[in-house]
């Protein structure tokens, strides 16, 4: 089990310019998660999605982010238009849900850095 | 207000010194899943359980979900426990809320 993968680990961009990152859940979990991290808030939930349907995005900025889910295997998180401020630590994280038992296990992060 | 909040938010300790971490949380929860965190690095879970209590190595969990609070005890805590925690509210594997976690510094 290789555990949550996230791509690329880290990813610099111009202001403007847009910012794709990949997360491959753990196999078999049925919810993944999106969350920010940054020195000043701390963890932010932003999304998740339940059986490849987004169930709650109540954490996401309503403009410029999007996230999908196409199929079990793998999501992205889009940022359009990138600015200084989405300059964070990305995670991704995946359990399985409504089991008794269940924790959420975390990727290592995308740093992005917008320059 | 905060639905989780953790203390101390930073925390001194001699090495072999055994370290209490508290959370409180809001509002209901499942359960509670703790977390460590190295600067810059990736989040690890270390303990996640409903109320009572769960131990792994030197880690003690304790959780009161009725009076929505819990702990983690480190005992004879090491250099290398130096980092971040951090305490997260859990809904059956739903979305976590976290708290600002507490930075623990163990010195020789």
């Known amino acids: 089990n290789a555990g949550v993968i996230q791509t690329p680990r880290h990813k610099v961009t111009g202001k403007g310019q847009e910012a794709t990152l990949w997360c491959e859940p753990i196999?078999?979990?049925?919810?993944v998660f999106w969350y920010r991290q940054t020195i000043v808030q701390g963890l932010e939930f932003l999304t998740y999605?339940?059986?490849?349907?987004?169930?709650?995005d109540s954490g996401m900025p309503k403009e410029r982010f999007s996230a999908q889910m196409p199929n079990q295997s793998h999501s992205t998180l889009k940022i359009q238009s990138t600015q200084p401020q989405d300059s964070a630590v990305y995670l991704c994280?995946?359990?399985?849900?409504?089991?008794?038992?269940?924790?959420?296990?975390f990727g290592k992060g995308t740093r992005l850095t917008v320059v | 207000g905060q639905q989780v909040q953790q203390s101390p938010a930073s925390l001194v300790l001699q090495e072999g010194e055994n370290a209490e971490l508290q959370c409180n949380f809001s509002?209901?929860?499942?359960?509670l899943q703790w977390f460590y965190q190295r600067p810059g690095g990736s989040l690890v879970s270390l303990l996640s359980?409903?109320?009572g209590t769960k131990h792994t190595g030197r880690l003690t969990s304790t959780t009161v979900t009725k009076e929505r609070r819990g702990s983690l005890h480190i005992s004879s805590s090491q250099i290398t426990d130096s980092g971040t925690y951090l305490c997260?509210?859990?809904?059956?594997?739903?979305?976590?809320?976290f708290g600002g976690g507490t930075r623990l510094t163990v010195r020789p």
């Open positions: 994280a995946s359990s399985f849900l409504g089991t008794a038992n269940t924790e959420v296990f």
């Open positions: 196999s078999g979990h049925s919810a």
């Open positions: 999605f339940r059986n490849q349907a987004p169930i709650d």
């Open positions: 509002s209901t929860a499942t359960r």
């Open positions: 359980n409903p109320s």
């Open positions: 997260a509210r859990n809904n059956a594997g739903a979305k976590l809320t």
